[in-house]
Structures are given as C-alpha cells and as structure tokens.
C-alpha cells in the first residue's frame, strides 16, 4: 500500500470527525440559553423554599407572641382585679385613683382590639 492511497480515507476520517465536532459545539451553542436558565430557575426555587421558611418561622414567632401577650392581659386585669376586690373588702383602704385610671385605659384598650 501506498500513502497517497491512505491520504483520502485518512482526509474522510479527519473531515467527518471535524463535522461531527462542529455539530457537538454548535448543539452546546444552542442548549446554552436552556441551560442558564435551568439554573436560575433552580437558584430561585432554593431561593423561594428559604423565603417561605422565614416566613413560617415569623408566623410561628408571631403567633407566640400573641400568646404571650394574651397571657400578660389577662394577668394584669387578675391583678387589678384581685386589688380592687381586695380594697373593697377591707373598707378601710380606698381605691387609688391610678388604680382606676389603669383599669380604665385596659379596658379601653381591649375594647379597640
């Protein structure tokens, strides 16, 4: 065998390779938008899980305030309560007016709520 009989096939073999390169780089070129945007739509969905995971802790936190809230009201009219019942029965001691001024901006208070 000769080399100038090799040097076609040898071209053909080159040639197809370098054609099926351009195509495997021109199939990349065309995927890439998809690609990047495959990302950025994965990056927002980790993005979007956080945010709704804040807002559930802030609900969560929130909520437990307005336990502790509840809990701190009804323990202040318990005690004003519990003081003017207390003076009444003693009936030697009067009602201060603070007393009653702070009984009536509690109760004004829940009424707005």
């Known amino acids: 065998m000769n080399v100038q009989d090799i040097l076609p096939y040898f071209q053909l073999i080159v040639s197809c390779g370098t054609f099926l390169g351009m195509l495997y780089a021109l199939k990349k070129f065309i995927d890439k938008p ?6 950025r739509v994965s990056m927002l ?3 979007m899980k956080d945010h ?6 802030s609900h969560e ?4 305030e307005k336990r502790t809230d509840s809990l701190i009201i009804n323990s202040l009219i318990a005690l004003i309560e519990f003081e003017t019942d207390y003076c009444l029965k003693h009936g030697g ?4 007016p603070g007393l009653i001024e702070a ?8 009424a707005e709520k």
């Open 34 to 39: 998809h690609d990047d945007l495959e990302k």
């Open 45 to 47: 969905e980790v993005k």
């Open 52 to 57: 709704e995971n804040s807002l559930n802790n």
């Open 61 to 64: 936190k929130l909520r437990n």
């Open 93 to 96: 001691e009067n009602i201060s």
């Open 103 to 110: 009984k009536k901006k509690l109760y004004e208070f829940l």
